[in-house]
């Protein structure tokens, strides 16, 4: 079997998993291989060694089962990063990527010295902030795994981001008198909604809070205590705006757009 052969049996398999079946047959040919989609490319018509073949069509039945890509080559794509990822972590989504923007210009504008992420999944929001800033960054999460990989990724690109393992503000108590904005991508999704199945193999943990989609939110801002003075910036579903919206009696409430054009994030300044 050539590798055209192999791309044309890999991409018939994916096809009805994915509208990018060529592009993502060429990839994992690639991460099998360990050679750039170019060289692939190249050697289109050359023979392929059997159990690339069968570590080619094995991942590629894998993804034809529903199976995300990102966990199949290990890697996912995030603010212009290369981000290592692994199943049990969510997969950030291009959408998110404004959510940073915001975060830089708010951090520029007001001058805030200090950024925490709340349920930080793979690191990526943190790391692209620190990147692009002079604020320190803390990062949370209750999930052992994630942050296990969110810090693998932060020594992969030298990012200064300190990791405190539990939920809400709980683990950061010792440090929250420094904290300025509070930024999060946290689970919005209610209980029982339908989902792809690729999406399902993700972490429910970091999907689903409770028959509304606003568990997250309820549970969080509950600890007003601890809030008081401080900027919070966060992700939700655009079809909750409305109750977001009564979360203005602990602050002015803006909205913001993602890239395509849907309200997708609000900032609070708690009184």
Do not use: W
Not at 89 to 102: A, G, H, K, S, W
Not at 140 to 164: I, R, S, Y
């Amino acid at each position: 079997m050539t590798f055209r052969e192999l791309y044309t049996t890999s991409k018939t398999l994916i096809s009805n998993a994915s509208d990018s079946s060529g592009t993502e047959a060429l990839l994992l040919l690639s991460h099998v291989t360990q050679l750039t989609k170019e060289r692939v490319l190249l050697h289109f018509d050359d023979p392929v060694e059997d159990d690339v073949i069968r570590k080619v069509l094995d991942l590629a039945q894998l993804r034809a089962d529903g199976f995300p890509l990102q966990y199949l080559v290990g890697k996912c794509y995030f603010y212009g990063l290369q981000l290592d990822i692994e199943q049990g972590v969510f997969i950030p989504r291009i959408e998110t990527e404004v959510l940073v923007d915001i975060a830089l210009e708010i951090v520029e504008e007001e001058g805030l010295k200090v950024v925490a992420d709340i349920g930080t999944g793979s690191g990526a929001i943190a790391i692209a902030i620190a990147l692009n800033s002079s604020c320190e960054v803390y990062v949370t999460d209750v999930n052992e795994k994630a942050l296990a990989l969110a810090q693998k990724n932060a020594e992969k690109f030298g990012a200064k981001v300190c990791f405190f393992k539990g939920a809400f503000l709980e683990p950061l108590k010792p440090v929250l008198n420094k904290i300025d904005l509070i930024v999060s991508n946290p689970p919005y999704i209610p209980k029982g909604a339908i989902l792809p199945k690729e999406v399902l193999m993700e972490p429910s943990e970091a999907l689903f809070a409770g028959e509304d989609g606003l568990e997250f939110y309820r549970n969080f801002f509950s600890q007003l205590d601890l809030l008081k003075g401080k900027t919070v910036l966060m992700e939700f579903s655009p079809e909750q705006e409305d109750e977001i919206e009564k979360f203005g009696v602990f602050g002015e409430v803006s909205f913001y757009q993602d890239q395509f054009g849907k309200i997708r994030f609000f900032q609070i300044k708690i009184k």
